[in-house]
């Protein structure tokens, strides 16, 4: 199985701050890896999917990028409705698998 | 509307079976790959099972395989995935998602609790 490990676990910011989750795969998925963003108790949301495409109607501030086995989620200008957990994914090769998650809180 | 609701969760004994249902509306969920997804209280995402376009071909988590199967049914344009053999470890939500681009459309989820 493909291991997805996400860092940090747990990031604090601040409101207007700039943060960066990284992601690294344990062999090569290609292009194929999403970021989801998910609150308590809902269910995740799509942010960006083939390493850097945004989801219609994700604000700016989300971006993707990496390439091979290394992969990135950064927040511009983080925003009160940002702090939540985040999940990357590859969808390469059965099973999908995920990151076991960051969860961003308020510093 | 675009949406998908999971049902059929509950409280079970090991060992035994659960059918979780999940109907789609507003689109044709036999022209997407469906998928269940779980997250134990407390923990991360886990895939489970994936069928595609509404049957066609079919995939598991290995901790589940011979265990769960996931199936289609166009008629109600609804996923099923039964449960049997249910050990305590397959306690979670289970979410359906809609594989578009990445997962673009979740359920609400429905919480199975495996308990004696």
């Known amino acids: 199985d493909i291991q997805m490990t996400q860092s940090p676990s747990t990031l604090s910011a601040s409101v207007g701050d700039r943060v960066a989750i990284t992601c690294r795969a344990s062999?090569?998925?290609?292009?194929?890896l999403a970021w989801y963003q998910q609150k308590p108790g809902k269910a995740p949301k799509l942010l960006i999917y083939?390493?850097?495409s945004p989801e219609s109607g994700v604000p700016s501030r989300f971006s993707g990028s990496g390439s091979g086995t290394e992969f990135t989620l950064t927040i511009n200008n983080v925003q009160p409705d940002d702090f939540a957990s985040y999940y990357c994914?590859?969808?390469?090769?059965?099973?999908?698998?995920f990151g076991q998650g960051t969860k961003v809180d308020v510093k | 509307q675009v949406r998908l609701v999971e049902s059929g969760g509950g409280v079970v004994q090991p060992g035994r079976s659960l059918r979780l249902s999940c109907a789609a509306s507003g689109f044709t969920f036999s022209h997407y790959g469906m998928h269940w997804v779980r997250q134990a209280p407390g923990k991360g995402l886990e895939w489970v099972a994936v069928i595609w376009f509404g049957g066609t071909s079919e995939n598991y988590l290995d901790s589940v395989k011979g265990r769960f199967t996931i199936s289609g049914d166009d008629s109600k344009n609804t996923v099923f995935l039964q449960m049997d053999s249910l050990k305590a470890e397959d306690t979670a939500i289970y979410y359906c998602?809609?594989?578009?681009?990445?997962?673009?459309?979740w359920g609400q989820g429905t919480l199975v609790t495996v308990s004696s």
């Open positions: 994914q590859q969808y390469n090769t059965y099973p999908w698998t």
């Open positions: 998602a809609r594989k578009g681009p990445g997962f673009d459309l």
């Open positions: 083939k390493i850097s």
């Open positions: 062999q090569s998925i290609d292009t194929w």
